[in-house]
DNA sequence: CAAACATATTAATCTACATTAACATTATTT
DNA sequence: AAATAATGTTAATGTAGATTAATATGTTTG
């Protein structure tokens, strides 16, 4: 079945049964995006937490400047919506935009609490999915407080080696919070040093 | 009754029933610390989460060359713990000290699982908060990637005025990522503007 | 296969902030 | 009240990373 992945990956954290799946099928969407296209744009209110099929999304914030500052990557199996536009139905900090041709199923903000009601092991799903998240960016936070740039980039890499395969240089630059120049110095120090 | 500011805190996300107030209060403890105090050494392994009566803390990382790194303070009706450690039950990555005498309440790690299968509603409650600690915790990375420094204590200053009262500059300069110094030069600049 | 566009490199110059070190001011303790 | 510790300031010098701008390479598209 179509919606196999996500059932997969929820199956794992909270066990569902066959009537909870197809339930929980029943309120989710699958929709296909093209790379280049944005799942939510800055300002806008995010309608929907997305989970990823297939393909890679960037989440960037554009600063007053105009300059855009990633904040999280998704491939396959990951997670990205503005969860503070989603959770108060607010404008948007951040833009998703899909960085290749992306598939992604889709729950939105009225169904998930309808899913929450119906199906109370999905709060504790969710909450469970926001707390790595959470611990993962408090991690992040004290590793740019910390590290310099090239650390921040070897522990990318080792941690992400699928991702520096399928993303241009410049977003991971803007990833690690510093600019496409530097990036590309820094790194030929990096694989100098191997 | 002694646990009244909890039962405040919850019952404004989360009506509880008296029996459920009951349950709950059974499940908690109170503890008091003295200034300097820790609540959570980095390295030990988080056994109680932690919701702040009175006093104030700060959590912090010391890294490799024994640098404070602060990324969260807590005060009254805050909660603070480190997460990650708590939730998978290994070492923490955060300290977390008292920087004034503090009462706080402690729900631990067993008596947490206990809760969420008694009164499950409480489990939507960490869900919420823990998404509110998530959305400002991205919004902040964002502020570091793309603000000055003065940029960012200005903000600090306007969305917390009461703490800035509170703690000794040197632990803003950390929390902002700064130097003492820096934040002193920087600060002067700030006061002469207005 | 051009032409257009997206991505990456290099080098010169600039700046926000760190480091060091000395000193000043407040609190706290005895 | 003196002594000690905690906190805050100032100034000189150093550096990670930004900015600008020019050029190179790679990839789509007509």
Known sequence: MSYQSLLDYINAVVPLTKSEEVELTNLVTKRKYLKGQFILQQGDI??????????????????????????LFAVENWWTSDIGSFIS???????????????????????????????PKLERFFRKIIEKAFVALQKRMVRNFSLTAKERYIIFRSTYP???QRIPQYMIASYLG?????????????????
Chains 1, 2 share one sequence.
């Open 46 to 71: 995010a309608q929907q937490q997305c989970f990823l099929v297939s393909g890679c999304t960037k989440m960037f914030h554009s600063d007053d400047s105009g300059q855009e500052h990633i904040i």
């Open 89 to 119: 139905q607010t404008p948007a900090d951040f833009n998703v935009q899909c960085i290749e041709d992306t598939e992604v199923i889709q729950i939105s903000a009225q169904n998930i609490e309808t899913l929450f009601i119906a199906i």
């Open 162 to 164: 699928e991702l520096e």
């Open 178 to 194: 510093i600019t496409k120049e530097f990036f590309s110095k820094m790194k030929r120090q990096v694989l100098l040093d191997n």
